[in-house]
């Protein structure tokens, strides 16, 4: 009897600990969401838009994010791996358009997106 009891106590506690990991992980995530965008000069007047970080948004494809731009913009939009992650690159320079695509298509929220101008991150006010 002794040992049944103690049988059904280690599976309760299993079950609770699984329940606060899950809940704990969910937390990070949304602390973690934060996207950067900013643009890259090429040759002469070419640039490129960069748009970093949409791979800690919760509930999203990449690969939709890049096909959204593409239409949106008229012009090609890749994922590529980097080193600090993945990010998806749009030709031209969209930088405004694509944090105001980001957060009203995508409900990122707004204080989560930022511009790179000249190196320095500011929050974007749409």
């Known amino acids: 009897g002794v040992e049944g009891d103690m049988a059904g106590l280690n599976l309760e506690d299993k079950k609770e600990r699984k329940k ?58 890749s994922v590529k791996d980097t080193a600090t992650g993945k990010e998806i690159i749009i030709q ?6 694509a944090a105001a695509l980001i957060i009203k298509k995508f409900k990122v929220p707004a204080d989560a997106v930022y511009l790179d101008i000249d190196g320095e991150f500011v929050p974007f006010a749409g």
Do not use: N, W, Y
């Not at 949304?30 to 950067?36: A, E, H, T, Y």
């Not at 031209?92 to 358009?97: Q, W």
């Open 92 to 97: 031209g320079d969209h930088v405004d358009a």
């Open 20 to 77: 606060r990991r899950g809940a704990a992980a969910k937390k990070v995530q949304k602390q973690d969401c934060r996207v950067i965008i900013q643009k890259v000069r090429r040759q002469r007047k070419k640039a490129v838009t960069h748009v970093v970080g949409m791979d800690t948004v919760p509930d999203i494809k990449l690969k939709d994010v890049s096909k959204e731009f593409r239409v949106k913009f008229a012009g090609s939009s």
